[in-house]
């Protein structure tokens, strides 16, 4: 579909089913209704001609049966709508040249007969006229003035009854495709709404077959990833519990070794795979979920006394603008957020800047900034998968464990928030963390 057809083309299935439906429902009226017209003026035009045929022919049988002194009295009540006698021989002129009058010249011809042979001919003008000429019994000249119908004119109730017709096919068409697309609605909603914690609203399995089934299947998959996650964080659960006791003997062990040298290496080995350990524990817990209920809390005072332990502890961090309101969200979940995102910020650039803002839609931004390096564009997704390091010499110290900004992006969905990053053109990285509307 190219950009024309896209720009005048509806985005949504229920746009376009509906703009189907109706203007399909409008084409089938439409030629109903035509047909019906077309159909209503043929059956008059028959009925009009041998209407004609009879009337014209008994007029002029009465007309040549009348004393010629008489006749002109006569001619208002022969007199219709389409035709009027005249005594006289009329104008000359050529034979006509449209379909209606060839028809109807032929049907008075017809009703006359050979006993009054007539000529007709066209006349000039701007409404379609011609004459048929005879002669009476009695030689005298006689003229019949027609001026043909083309079609009998529309009742004045009739336009409206086809706008009334015309909204109630729209609104037909409207609640037919409200109906059948509301429950793929309903799926959407629920498949967007099944995030980390698992918590999304299970679809009602009613309604037609397709769309029961269809609600059973999603129902039944959540269920099958809920007992999935739940597994997986069950095993790590218990290898972090078995581990923390091989790890406390090494420890032991490293105290009585005589070789400072080694026992160093060696205790900060056991630091970092302890350190491992508690981080890929805290990553399973934010896929599963276990995260506080959301409350209402005062962002502002949150944000500003975190900010006061990174300054107290030494750290370059500030904060400037502020919310000005309370949010409902999960403390804990958006503390650890900012945590992972300042602590990143000052590990890389010795420094960071977290600002406070609000979207035009009213949604609350905080965004933490910093001068540090940088990541490559191609890497800006790939950071947020779990263990991955932009850090190239694998440098625990310098690199992390890879599970820092994994977390965030789980918390933050689990938040049904968006973290976004980006570099700063004046360098340094741009971490932008968006709430969601407040009720």
Known sequence: MNAASALHWPRTLFARLTLILFCGLLLSQTLSATLTLQERDDATFTMMTGYIEREVAASVALLDRLPPAERSQWLPSLARRSYEFVLGPGVSGSPPDTRLSRDVAASM??????????????????????????????????????????????????????????????????????????????????????????????????????????????????????????????????????????????????????????????????????????????????????????????????????????????????????????????????????????DNAVKFSGASEVRVGTLPDGRVTITVLDRGPGIPPKELDAVFQPFYRVESSRNRDSGGTGLGLAIARQLALAMNATLHLQNRPEGGLQASLTLPNQP
């Open 109 to 342: 011809l017809s009703g006359l007969g050979p006993r009054y042979p007539a000529t007709v001919n066209a006349i000039p003008g701007n409404r379609e006229r011609f004459q048929v000429h005879l002669k009476l019994s009695d030689g005298s000249p006689l003229t019949i003035d027609v001026r043909p119908m083309h079609n009998i004119p529309l009742s004045g109730w009739l336009p409206l009854l086809l706008l009334v017709q015309l909204i109630v096919l729209g609104v037909c068409s409207w609640l037919a495709v409200r109906l059948v697309t509301r429950p793929l609605k309903q799926l959407a909603v629920a498949a967007d709404a099944l995030g980390p914690d698992m918590n999304a609203t299970r679809l009602p399995e009613d309604g037609p077959t397709e769309v029961s089934h269809a609600a059973k299947a999603f129902n039944a998959m959540q269920d099958r990833i809920s007992s999935y996650m739940t597994e997986r964080i069950q095993i790590l659960a218990a290898i972090s519990h078995d581990l923390q006791t091989p790890i406390t003997r090494m420890r032991l062990r490293t105290d009585l070794m005589d070789d400072t040298t080694q026992q160093a290496k060696l205790e900060q080995d056991l630091q970092e795979l302890e350190s491992l350990v508690r981080e890929g524990v805290a990553y399973a817990r934010t896929l599963h979920g276990a995260a506080e209920p959301p409350q209402r809390v005062d962002a502002d005072a949150l944000l500003d006394s975190m900010v006061c332990d990174y300054v107290d502890a030494g750290q370059a961090v500030s904060l400037t603008g502020k919310v000005g309101t309370t949010l409902l969200t999960r403390p804990q979940a958006l503390r650890r957020i900012l945590s992972n995102l300042i």
